[in-house]
């Protein structure tokens, strides 16, 4: 195990060294998910991710409701900027999320909910995946499919499911290997972390998805593990459970993406020093398992500074979440270290 997060020392890291270095010595890739507006507005933000990532991840500009809001009437201006970015900075763009319930444009809901025709589905497919495929190379094809309670399957009722059953999967990633042959296809799904009942039972559906995929020769060469963590779970957070999820996963010759790391506080009165030792400490316990299993090549933050973050903020709404690498200044917090070091573990 690593060091707790009081003996973390602060200084002591070459600030020379991007963190985007330490992953590529260990073999792996370092990114976070990124907003056009953010890119063209905030130069000092623009300068941090180029700096520190080797893989972005566009937020929102590659999801279905932003990209045609209007059937017919596609627009990839934010979509391409972010690309155009990745491009030109020798950054991989990381595809998310092709199909996810709540990203659908309303007006495809609606015409799935009147006649399932699985053509608008490829539709959209056939026009987002091959436009960036100099510099896209992984996909999240579907987005959450899992919500225990509603089903023995465990798959999320949505306009996709409702429209072509659980074999919408199937088809959707056999349609993203179409017309992306070279890509490797990821699902990304949440709330796998900690064990409670619902998240072991996430856990087994979600493993027994992925078995009846591969048995049948569906194109699948991922998991997206999305690692919200929360300090007030952390109670029921039990390694070896972890574990063993990230090994039955790897066994299936998967690859694991850590796709969106940070951390939802639970206390925002703590001083700022516990408040971010906290965080660190969550992290560092999270990546010691994940780094442990040699199927893990990514880890992806949901964001790169607190600047920008969608999380809350903590306890009493005082300040900011504190809970990715940089804080809203883009300086460097004992959570950045944490993720530092875990490349170490490989080498990095």
């Not at 590529?24 to 907003?35: C, D, E, I, N, Q």
């Not at 993203?176 to 709330?191: Q, V």
């Not at 300090?231 to 969106?260: T, W």
């Not at 903590?314 to 944490?338: C, E, T």
Request: aromatic share 8%.
């Amino acid at each position: 195990m690593l060091a707790s997060a009081a003996a973390v020392p602060l200084l002591g890291f070459a600030r020379d060294e991007a963190m985007k270095e330490r992953a590529g010595r260990a073999g792996m890739l370092f990114g976070a998910a990124v907003r056009a507006s953010e890119l063209r507005q905030d130069a000092a933000f623009r300068a941090a991710i180029t700096r520190e990532c080797s893989v972005i991840t566009p937020e929102l500009e590659l999801k279905w409701a932003w990209l045609e809001p209007e059937r017919g009437q596609l627009s990839f201006t934010d979509a391409d900027q972010i690309a155009s970015f990745a491009a030109s900075t020798g950054k991989a763009m990381h595809g998310a999320a092709l199909l996810w319930h709540l990203s659908i444009a309303p007006w495809a809901a609606e015409s799935l909910a009147d006649k399932p025709d699985w053509m608008i589905v490829r539709r959209f497919i056939a026009s987002v995946i091959p436009r960036y495929g100099e510099v896209t190379s992984t996909w999240d094809v579907i987005n959450e499919p899992m919500d225990m309670g509603h089903r023995v399957d465990g798959l999320r009722p949505s306009p996709y499911l409702a429209a072509f059953g659980p074999d919408y999967i199937r088809r959707a990633l056999e349609d993203a290997r179409l017309f992306a042959p070279k890509a490797r296809l990821f699902i990304n799904e949440f709330g796998l972390d900690y064990d409670f009942p619902v998240e072991r039972d996430k856990r087994y559906l979600l493993l027994k998805l992925l078995e009846g995929l591969k048995k049948s020769g569906t194109p699948i060469d991922g998991l997206g593990m999305q690692a919200h963590l929360e300090l007030g779970k952390q109670d029921h957070f039990d390694p070896k459970v972890l574990a063993q999820f990230f090994n039955d996963v790897g066994s299936l010759g998967l690859e694991i993406r850590i796709s969106e790391l940070d951390v939802k506080e639970a206390d925002g009165t703590l001083p700022t020093a516990a408040r971010d030792a906290r965080v660190a400490d969550a992290v560092r316990r999270y990546l010691d398992v994940a780094m442990a299993n040699r199927a893990v090549g990514t880890i992806g933050c949901w964001g790169l500074s607190d600047r920008y973050s969608w999380l809350e903020s903590p306890g009493d709404k005082i300040g900011l979440n504190r809970g990715l690498p940089l804080d809203s200044a883009l300086r460097p917090k004992p959570m950045y270290h944490a993720i530092s070091e875990a490349y170490g573990i490989r080498g990095g």
